[in-house]
């Protein structure tokens, strides 16, 4: 029987009840292993402070390192672009909804009124970079907990709305909560998608989990992820990259500005399939010539994992 390690907040446990499903389809037993993850006790701090992503996936490491858990079911988004050596990305399933959506306490009225100064919660750079880029007037507050507590504390708030991924309002039957999904956010790379971790030496495993491996979307998060980690961005800095596969090709989009929207960069680029992974040095060379360098250093200094 396989041992999966999962966050214990409603939408980590779906997620890891798809794949256990998925492993049963297999042939597979497995059973669940509930951890509770640093970014799930800390609710007062702001993640880009608290070091990012990786502060909801070292818990469930230490739990396949120490042998308590055969495997660990995550977002993508979450997980650091490098991983503790002797861990090991899997199976990356088919994507689903990698957009942004926003959730209003009201209406959308405010987003048509010019110089309204709206108040949008959100604790990503990523998010609150794009944000004040495309709606100057508006101004943006952290936000933490899962996405029930999200929505409840937007509800007892004066602000206007809540930037939320798509898939998790998705997967949690929340579709209703959605006023406008935003198509123009460009959105973190790999969400939308679920990841499998097993250490590295568990060939047994390995071999197992490889079947869920979803080529195509594995792919482009590659791709995405790679991008970053060429930046050297960092877990919280204002990077959106998306690939998507389209007639044959892979078409990427990526954008990196300031924390306040400023100094935009944006990049568009085509690639057939088999040489797509080039994609990421070819648009990191194009963003360090545009000024990202510049951007990510005047990022506030905090603690980074990747």
Known sequence: MLRIGTRKSMLALWQTKLVQRLLLDEGQETSLLEIISEGDKVLDTPLPLMGGKGVFTKALDDALFAGEADLAVHSLKDIPTVMPEGLIVVAILERANWRDALVV?????????????????????????????????????????????????????????????????????????????????IPAPGQGAIAIV?????????????????????????????????????????????????????????????????????????????????????????????????ILDDLPTQKRLH
């Open 105 to 185: 306490r009201k209406d959308t009225e405010f987003l048509s009124k010019e110089d309204y100064p709206g108040i949008i919660a959100t604790s990503s750079n990523r998010r609150r970079a794009q944000w004040l880029n495309h709606f100057g007037s508006h101004d943006t507050t952290d936000i933490r907990g899962n996405v029930q507590t999200r929505i409840k504390k937007l509800r007892a708030s004066d602000w206007d709305a809540a930037i939320f991924a798509a898939a998790g309002l998705e997967r949690m039957d929340l579709h209703h909560e959605i006023a406008v999904y935003l198509d123009w956010m």
């Open 198 to 294: 097993c250490r590295e030496e568990d060939h047994t495993v390995r071999a197992i989990l490889s079947k869920l491996n979803h080529e195509e979307t594995a792919r482009c998060v590659n791709i995405e992820r790679g991008f970053l980690h060429a930046l050297n961005g960092g877990c919280s800095a204002p990077i959106g990259a998306l690939a998507e596969i389209k007639d044959g090709k892979v078409h990427f989009e990526a954008v990196l500005s300031r924390i306040d929207g400023a100094d935009e960069i944006r990049l568009k680029l085509t690639s057939n399939y088999d040489e797509s992974l080039n994609l990421v040095e070819i648009a990191a060379k194009e963003a360090l010539r545009k000024g990202a360098a510049a």
